[in-house]
């Protein structure tokens, strides 16, 4: 956390694993545990941990040494139910309190936590908890009803609202369960690979794929907030990645809890507004999210310079790629650099302009290889590595990347996996400086507002609907989300394509799978492009709403 940058090829050559995890447990990861990691050892004195703004405006801090004490009552709550190390635990929770101990509790019996955004329908949440064999899910009164639709469903335990509201049958209440048990329960060891957290991806041919993260990723989480984000004691730090997804999740609690530094949760509606407010109110210094963020804040234009000019040190984006413009205007009116950074689910961020790193910047690019990796161009046929200039798929060399963790999905097999690489599935192009433009996915997960959504998802509930008896989905640029999720649907005989129906249509969507991935457009077609073999070709539809999006732009300046 030295203010100095160090350069960047320096450290990427001098990496070393033993400088980056406790004292106890340096090089080998022959004994660790997340909970020991992200609280226990850093449960000195009055340390906060968490500073939580609640939705009513409410705020309350809470130390690294009460959370340590409530970890450890619900890990023995979690005992008392039979769970133990390896079994998973969901938590379907909003950003707070209760969320921090869930997750920590269940680590510190050496359990794997489960996160599942609040924003799923039901169909979304049974497939993970199906898949994942959750032993228990924790939620809260505003979601709870959810739970009651998933067929099967584990047991549940449940934090009531302000009134005590919100238990269903059979549900545990979350605190008066937890108060009374004991604060002694010393952390279960398990090794470096032992997972501690599961994890789903979307992709394009299936439904969201499961994937266990290692205790070890937890190393290299920590550099990518200190070489990356550059966070220091001193920073007011905000992520507003939701902790349902990975970003939030690993960049938002784990990576600054294993620094033993506080950060700030802000729990309800999200708007301008209510942004601009709990900046000024917390005086962030040091900002984290997806570029739909930092739009918003470029729409209300002089407002947030006025309000922001000065305040913030570094800001980070990731999710997709940054536009230009966006560093541009950081720059000039809020005099704060904007980096972006890249990665996925499946191995954390790996690809990064870091604030904390000396290295050009080259503009448009998504930097340099985080530190523990060697990240390549490959053609993809023939694995060679390309030269600066030639577009291939943006690939990992194992071997030579000891940071590197993923090793594929639970249950199920992976092409990403060829010889000694880790093919991202994402198509880049190496620049002369070393850095690495991304160029464009290979595949058809849509990147809207933030999230990545596999259209395989948002297809299946369209075939549910009994209109629908062929539907495809892709991505469609926009300004303001990157992309929209529109749909082509084919109708059964006796529907007919009107605006109700596509209505009806989208909240159908919405309330199957979640707020951010229904469809925006929906397109009635008599015929989908297809293969020989009978396989939609949604690259085609695509290309199409590229070619249309790009002539309406073309049209707009010309007008200009």
């Known amino acids: 956390m030295n203010p100095v940058k160090r350069d960047y090829f320096t450290a990427a050559k001098t990496f070393d694993f033993e400088q980056t995890v406790s004292d106890d447990i340096s090089g080998t990861f022959a004994a660790m545990n997340a909970c020991y990691e992200c609280c226990d050892r850093h449960a000195v004195g009055d340390a906060i941990a968490l500073i939580q703004e609640n939705a009513d405006g409410s705020c309350s801090r809470h130390s690294y040494a009460q959370l340590r004490d409530q970890s450890a009552q619900f890990a023995h709550y979690l005992t008392q139910q039979g769970l133990q190390a390896g079994d998973i635990v969901a938590g379907l929770l909003p950003r707070g309190h209760a969320l921090i101990v869930t997750i920590l509790g269940t680590w510190r019996i050496g359990a794997v936590y489960q996160p599942l955004f609040t924003a799923f329908g039901p169909k979304a949440i049974e497939h993970r908890l199906h898949t ?86 937890i190393v290299a989480f920590q550099r990518y907030m200190i070489d990356a984000v550059g966070l220091r004691a001193e920073d ?126 080259h503009i448009g690019a998504a930097g340099y290889a985080s530190p523990g990796h060697r990240v390549v161009v490959l053609n993809e046929e023939t694995l060679e590595e390309l030269p600066a200039g030639q577009p291939g798929i943006l690939s990992v060399d194992v071997e030579r990347s000891p940071m590197f963790w993923f090793k594929g999905y639970k249950g199920i097999e992976t092409t990403s996996f060829k010889g000694r690489y880790y093919l991202t599935g994402d198509t880049a192009e190496l620049n002369s400086d070393g850095s690495i433009s991304f160029v464009g996915r290979s595949d058809d997960v849509i990147s809207t507002s933030g999230y990545r959504v596999g259209p395989f998802d948002v297809e299946s509930a369209l075939l549910e609907h009994p209109a629908v008896i062929e539907a495809a989905v892709v991505g469609k640029p926009d300004q303001q989300r990157n992309e929209i999720i529109k749909a082509f649907v084919i109708l059964q005989d006796g529907f007919e394509g009107t605006l109700e129906l596509a209505e009806e249509l989208r909240l159908h969507v919405r309330n199957r799978l979640a707020a951010h991935a229904y469809p925006r457009e929906i397109e009635f077609a008599q015929e989908l492009p297809k293969t020989p073999s009978g396989k939609v070709q949604r690259f085609i539809l695509r290309i199409n709403e590229m070619n249309k999006y790009n002539e309406q732009q073309q049209a707009k300046q010309a007008v200009s």
């Open 236 to 361: 007011s730090f905000w992520n507003v990645a939701d902790p349902g997804w990975a970003y939030g999740l690993y960049f938002g609690i784990t990576g600054p809890m294993s620094m033993g530094l506080p950060g700030l949760s802000v729990d309800g509606l999200f708007n301008l507004e209510r942004c601009l407010d709990i900046a000024k109110k917390y005086n962030v210094t040091n900002l984290a999210g997806a570029p739909t963020v930092f739009r918003m804040l470029i729409a209300a234009g002089a407002k947030v310079a006025d309000q922001w000019k000065g305040q913030l040190r570094v800001v980070s984006s990731a999710g997709e790629p940054l536009n230009p413009e966006v560093i541009r205007w950081f720059k000039e009116h809020l005099d704060a650099p904007i980096n972006d950074h890249y990665g996925q689910t499946e191995m954390g961020m790996v690809l990064c302009n870091h604030h904390n790193l000396a290295h050009p910047i």
């Open 132 to 217: 994942s064999g959750a032993k228990l899910v924790v939620s809260d009164a505003a979601n709870r009803s959810k739970l009651l639709e998933v067929e099967q469903c584990p047991a549940v335990m449940t934090v009531t609202d302000a009134q005590g509201q919100g238990l269903a049958t059979g549900d545990a209440d979350f605190w008066p369960s937890i108060s009374t048990l004991s604060t002694d329960f010393a952390a279960v060891m398990r090794t470096g690979d032992d997972p501690f957290l599961m994890m789903f991806t979307s992709g394009t041919t299936g439904l969201a794929k499961p994937l266990e993260v290692p205790l070890r990723a």
